[in-house]
């Protein structure tokens, strides 16, 4: 539920007028989401398909049963034909590795700030920004926006403002959104989602939140009460955390009869205003058209003009050096030369947000109340081409369909050939019965007394078959559906990590990954600017409702003690551009770091404090203490402490090896650096003291 409805939350005006209407009814909105709910079947019958075929049962396509004629699953008709619907999930690894790929690969909002003499609000924005991040979860969130993606084609989410009473704290919020309780205009083509006009989502309450989020006089609280009348208290056990609720969705009705259906709308309205300019205060903005707007505009005009005339007129006695005085005539200032406030007749479009009960009454209506003027969604398709979406598992579903059948097929084969058949000559075996036959046959040591014809040989007494050729072209088909569906797929086994075959030299399979990974660059880079504009909206977020001065301390080391104190008048007052930049925490990225602060610092360009503050030794932390310590020890003419004898043993027994996989030689002077730290006679390094 949006937060931002929580009035105790006030957040400082930005010449924005938020309307805020008493509670009516809709039904021509209402009408008009639910237009766009019902255009958006058909994406939501794929996702739900592709989410069947990702995690669920993949035989569970429906299909006309012959002998009645009813709808039944493909899994049922198997069975009642008698065999087993095998199945063999060929796309849950290929998600998986995309997933992994996504975690693996971390990255982080950095913003830069457009005058480059504020560097510092840009750091600062960026630790809030890393802060938000980490009290959100965000890996958590981006990775289930990016399983949304890969089997639906959508994904968005939402971020807000206001109390989470999970976390109890009032802070901005990042909320993943069910794309099956999504919906939007449907007329998009721009993959920037710049064509967006309608946008919203279906929320399933307890009667008692709906009170609590909008009930805010007796009054209301019953108001809510009679239109939720019929809803049941009670709560009524089913088939729970199996996904019935997505694939059931109704516009009208909750998921279940204990919940209140409460809809959420945004549109991008018009009305007619005026669009006003004032050239003296460098400000614009809309107002209503109507008459007394235009008043105050021309009043306001007056006054400058008189102010001017008078301000010009005393000025224009003397002429020159002479003394001359000009003539009245001259006392008269044109428009042009006066910053009057200009304004005209406009279309003003805005973001207008209401809370619709499904009958249409309206819970809560009004402007968007954030300063970007924008709905709180952020929504991200992909691929969307020429208005068509499609998803990601949707393109080898058809291979995962024949992978199965043809698993079933062998099987089936297999259970209805001949396995070890053993033909027998009645009338060779005349002093045997049948049964003494069959016993002497499987037991070990066995003797059998045939008595054979002229002519006749063993084989046409005694005989065993097996069938097995029968299934030789369908294990080559398997595997060639195998193949193909990695092919398509685009996640091939030197991407999944799988050990190449032998004579592969190294170089060669280095190139298959890296040619591997070409095929889901699209995705990636897809998912980073969706990232990329949630950062965006999350940053102007921050600057509209962190109005306090914090001290925020999550970041790390590698931002400047000063820059992690959040001033809200210096952030309030910038202009910030937003990137994304690869993320400090990966492997890769720590090693190269202090690989290359190693250098600098046995090339003397940095002192011991400087490489351990910027690296991610893990026993960087320490040794700084212990540094400090001393400092301080120095400062006041006490008795060096140096590091700890547990410390030391612990660097030893390392090695000197850090997290990101330095090795021996490069940690060595860091641990050399500990050393001369931690002797009593040999107190604090020269390059720290300086």
């Known amino acids: 539920m949006n937060k931002f409805l929580d009035k105790r939350v006030k957040a400082p005006s930005r010449n924005q007028h938020s309307e805020e209407k008493e509670p009516g009814v809709a039904f021509g909105f209402l009408n008009e989401c639910a237009a766009c709910w019902n255009a958006l079947d058909e994406a939501r019958r794929k996702l739900r398909r592709s989410l069947m075929y990702s995690y669920g049962d993949q035989w569970g396509d429906l299909v006309t049963d012959p002998d009645t004629l009813a709808q039944i699953t493909e899994g049922e008709l198997i069975k009642k034909n008698g065999k087993v619907p095998l199945k063999n999930n060929m796309i849950a690894p290929i998600l998986s590795n995309v997933e992994g790929q996504l975690r693996q690969n971390l990255m982080r909002p950095v913003c830069v700030a457009r005058d480059q003499s504020e560097g510092r609000v840009g750091e600062m924005m960026s630790i809030a920004i890393e802060y938000v991040h980490d009290i959100n979860e965000m890996e958590e969130v981006d990775a289930d926006s990016m399983r949304m993606l890969l089997n639906g084609g959508m994904t968005a989410q939402r971020v807000e403002y206001g109390m989470n009473r999970s976390k109890d704290k009032q802070d901005v919020w990042v909320y993943p959104v069910n794309p099956s309780r999504l919906f939007f205009n449907t007329n998009l083509e721009d993959v920037r989602m710049w064509d967006l006009t309608c946008i919203g989502e279906l929320f399933d309450l307890p009667l008692d939140e709906v009170l609590a989020h909008f009930g805010k006089t007796p009054q209301q609280k019953e108001r809510i009460r009679n239109i939720y009348h019929a809803v049941d208290v009670q709560t009524y056990g089913t088939r729970a955390m199996q996904g019935d609720e997505a694939r059931s969705l109704s516009f009208y009705t909750a998921s279940h009869s204990n919940l209140c259906r409460v809809i959420l709308g945004w549109k991008l309205e018009t009305r007619d205003a005026y669009l006003w300019n004032d050239p003296l205060r460098g400000t614009w903005g809309y107002v209503p058209y109507d008459k007394e707007n235009r008043k105050k505009f021309d009043d306001e005009n007056a006054r400058r003009r008189k102010e001017a005339l008078e301000g010009k007129g005393e000025m224009l006695k003397v002429k020159g050096e002479s003394g001359d005085v000009k003539g009245e005539s001259s006392n008269v200032v044109s428009d042009d030369d ?3 406030i200009e304004y005209e007749f406009a279309t003003e479009r805005f973001w207008y947000y209401r809370y619709m009960s499904p009958y249409g009454d309206i819970l809560q209506e009004g402007r968007s109340p954030y300063w970007h003027g924008e709905h709180n969604y952020v929504l991200h398709l992909y691929p969307l081409v020429q208005g068509r979406l499609g998803n990601f598992v949707e393109q080898f579903i058809d291979q995962q369909r024949a992978i199965n059948r043809t698993a079933t097929l062998i099987d089936f084969i297999r259970g209805t050939s001949s396995k070890g058949v053993l033909v027998v000559d009645d009338d060779a075996f005349e002093s045997m ?22 002519g006749q040989s063993i084989d046409g007494v005694v005989r065993q078959y097996n069938s097995g050729a029968a299934v030789a072209g369908d294990f080559e088909l398997l595997n060639l559906q195998l193949r193909l569906i990695n092919e398509i797929s685009g996640v091939n086994s030197a991407m999944q990590g799988q050990s190449p075959h032998s004579g592969t030299p190294a170089s060669l399979y280095a190139q298959q990954v890296h040619n591997s ?3 889901l660059k699209g995705l990636f880079d897809g998912f980073r600017t969706f990232r990329r504009r949630r950062d965006a909206k999350v940053m102007k977020t921050l600057q509209q409702y962190y109005t306090e001065a914090r001290y925020i301390d999550l970041a790390g080391t590698q931002y400047s003690e000063e820059a992690k104190w959040y001033d809200p008048q210096k952030v309030q007052d910038s202009e ?6 690869e993320g400090y925490n990966t492997p890769a990225y720590q090693m190269l770091a202090n690989d290359f602060l190693m250098e600098l610092f046995r090339a003397n360009a940095l002192d011991v404090k400087t490489m351990l503050e910027n690296s991610s030794y893990p026993f960087a932390t320490k040794i700084l203490e212990a540094i400090k310590r001393n400092e301080e020890a120095v400062a006041k003419g006490e008795a060096l402490q140096g590091i700890p004898p547990e410390l030391m043993a612990q660097l030893q027994a390392q090695g000197g090896n850090s997290i990101a996989g330095a090795t021996d030689e490069a940690a060595q002077p860091a641990l050399d650096t500990a050393a001369s730290v931690a002797k009593p ?7 720290v003291m300086q």
Request: glycine content about 8%; cysteine-free.
């Open 338 to 340: 006066l910053l009057l």
């Open 433 to 454: 019965s049948r049964e003494e036959v069959i016993d002497e046959y499987v037991r070990y040591n066995g003797v059998l007394f045939v008595k054979l014809k002229p």
């Open 517 to 519: 990974s070409l095929n």
């Open 576 to 581: 910030l551009d937003i990137t994304i930049s």
């Open 681 to 687: 006679g040999t107190g604090v390094p020269q390059s």
